[in-house]
């Protein structure tokens, strides 16, 4: 079963850190390009950073430089570190492939507080 589980999530103040977790099953991650989006409150979903096969990362614009993603192909988990937390980085966060998308987890909700 193809299925996607977020967590790590949480309330954070602004200028704190935090890593997220995306457990993949029923398909090979390894082989996929995946990504981390985000869905923030009256917002379109965006794609917040993408890591390929072959390793290289991309981010949105207002993420480069605080936000690392990463993943761990023996368990089967792709992770966002994000440090310097800022408001605007208060949303719902999924990860997904972001070349065939499958359906989505319930997401994990980070909330960042002045």
């Known amino acids: 079963q193809v299925q996607l589980v977020e967590s790590g999530g949480g309330l954070v103040q602004a200028g704190g850190s935090l890593r997220l977790s995306c457990a993949v099953s029923?398909?090979?991650?390894?082989?996929?390009?995946m990504g981390w989006y985000r869905q923030a409150p009256g917002k379109q979903r965006e794609l917040v950073a993408q890591?390929?096969?072959?390793?290289?990362?991309n981010y949105l614009d207002s993420v480069k430089d605080r936000f690392t993603i990463s993943k761990d192909s023996a368990k089967k988990t792709v992770y966002l570190q994000m440090n310097s937390l800022k408001v605007e980085d208060t949303a719902v966060y999924y990860c997904?492939?972001?070349?065939?998308?499958?359906?989505w987890g319930k997401g994990t909700v980070v909330t960042v507080s002045s």
């Open positions: 029923g398909f090979t991650a390894s082989v996929w390009n």
């Open positions: 997904n492939r972001p070349s065939r998308l499958i359906d």
């Open positions: 890591i390929t096969v072959g390793g290289i990362a």
